[in-house]
């Protein structure tokens, strides 16, 4: 895949590679099971939260549970509390990838970032070829739509989002970044090592797209 260039960034253009975030990704199961009983009503009447909100949300679990044991699609819905979002999912709650139904859902309403460029606070992020999903012995094409997260803020190409991951080790909510174009280590943000090859997996290589909240 090629890199953006900085006139114009194609979300479309900005596949990913490698890369291993062990637990992200639930297999069957609802958004309303007993797991996330701790997760906060929405508000009466109100079919989502304002995406302030949704921010200063996964902002609280992360400052006041980092060690709660929940997945990172999970830990979107709990954060936006989207009526029409929720009851979507849980009519797929069978699906073996809730990551793939989250990125479904916000593509058929048409928010997802036309360029890199154009990523807010708010928006959420999904990630492609993070683990191997598909438990092959290799991170490849096959292995899509297999994390996701807030962004909390986008700066100078730099993104920084919030995200869970109940596989992990604790803290299993964390604040995580990258740069499409960094300037140092860290902000390329080497996040696994493909097994097959050992080659070092960056951040900005797992980027598949970002949604505007519906």
């Keep these: 895949m ?11 253009l900005l596949g990913a590679l490698v890369v291993t975030l062990s637990g992200c990704v639930p297999m069957g199961r609802s958004w309303r099971d007993n797991e996330w009983k701790d997760s906060p009503a929405r508000p009466a009447g109100e079919g989502h939260v304002p ?8 902002q609280r ?24 979002m929720n009851d979507f999912l849980n009519r797929r709650k069978y699906h073996h990838n809730l990551v793939y139904d989250l990125n479904y859902y916000l593509t058929q309403k048409k ?16 990630f492609s070829k993070t683990y191997d999903i598909n438990r092959d012995g290799h991170i490849d094409d096959k292995d899509v ?19 869970a991951s109940e596989g992990r080790d604790p803290p299993r ?5 990258f740069s499409f174009y960094p300037k140092t ?30």
């Design 173 to 177: 909510i964390k604040r995580r970044s």
């Design 145 to 163: 739509f297999t994390h996701a997260g807030i962004v909390e803020s986008f700066k100078d190409w730099l993104v920084t989002y919030i995200d």
């Design 2 to 12: 090629n890199l953006p260039t900085r006139k114009g960034v194609s979300l479309l």
């Design 51 to 58: 995406l302030e909100q949704a921010i200063k949300n996964a």
């Design 61 to 84: 679990y992360l400052e006041t549970n980092p060690n709660w044991k929940i997945d990172c699609s999970h830990f979107v819905l709990t954060c936006y509390q989207d009526a029409e």
């Design 111 to 126: 928010t997802r970032r036309a360029r890199a460029a154009d990523i807010q606070p708010g928006d959420i992020i999904i």
């Design 185 to 214: 280590r860290a902000e390329s943000g080497r996040v696994a090592v493909d097994p097959a090859t050992g080659r070092e997996i960056l951040h900005k290589e797992t980027f598949y797209a970002a949604y505007a909240a519906p």
